[in-house]
């Protein structure tokens, strides 16, 4: 029994690659899920945007993009979300981790990697659960500025003013970091 506990121990636990963590099929797995969502996200809005504007296509972010998360999060099996240092929605404020990878991806940007190219991926824990955390950053485009840039025009100004009164979200340029796609996978 003894001899069977150490092998066990010594041997078997740490090189039994069934229990080791395949951070390359969760990476490309998380990878998928923040395409899918960027894929859908863009398609609805710019459909909005051509059919009626950005006033309109405000209830696309503020009702269908937190849908569509939830419906691809489910599907998946695994959450996924936008955050951002300067985020919108209180709900899409970065945790802890989520707010140094952020930080992180600035500096990135800073020392001259593309913003297209920004990603992040780490074994972590959530409320005590071993989690696999993904995160890509977005780029901020032209058609971004309408309702994130620094002249919004002002019917929109008014409706986003009214929806989110403490909006950190404008101001932004383009090729600036937008945010971020974020992914939590758990591991068993
Ligand atoms: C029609 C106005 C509009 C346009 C155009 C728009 N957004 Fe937004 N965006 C919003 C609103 C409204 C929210 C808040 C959504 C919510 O309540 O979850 C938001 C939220 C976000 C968030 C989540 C973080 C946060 O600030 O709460 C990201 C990331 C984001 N937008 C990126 C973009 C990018 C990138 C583009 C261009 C491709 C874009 N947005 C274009 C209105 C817009």
Redesign the pocket.
């Known amino acids: 029994m003894k001899i069977l506990s150490a092998f066990f121990i010594l041997g078997l636990l740490p090189f039994n690659p069934a229990l080791a963590v395949d951070t390359e099929h969760l990476s490309q797995q998380s990878r998928a899920a923040a395409k899918a969502l960027g894929s859908e996200?863009?398609a609805t809005?710019q459909a909005?945007?051509k059919a009626s504007g950005?006033?309109?296509?405000?209830t696309?972010?503020?009702v269908d993009?937190?849908n569509i998360a939830k419906r691809i999060s489910a599907g998946k099996g695994m959450k996924v979300a936008?955050?951002?240092l300067?985020?919108?929605?209180q709900?899409?404020?970065p945790d802890a981790w989520e707010k140094s990878v952020l930080n992180q991806f600035e500096q990135r940007k800073a020392k001259g990697e593309p913003v297209n190219n920004l990603e992040f991926s780490e074994v972590s824990e959530v409320g005590g659960r071993k989690v696999f955390r993904y995160m890509k950053a977005?780029?901020?485009?032209d058609?971004?500025?309408?309702?994130?840039g620094s002249n919004i025009a002002e019917p929109?100004a008014a409706k986003?003013n009214s929806?989110?009164p403490d909006?950190?979200?404008t101001g932004f340029n383009k090729g600036d970091i937008?945010?971020?796609?974020t992914v939590i996978q758990d591991i068993n």
């Open positions: 996200l863009k809005l909005a945007m950005p006033l309109d296509a405000i696309v972010c503020n993009a937190p936008r955050t951002s300067k985020f919108r929605n709900t899409n404020s977005i780029p901020t485009g058609v971004c500025l309408k309702c994130h929109v986003l929806l989110y909006d950190k979200a937008r945010g971020a796609f």
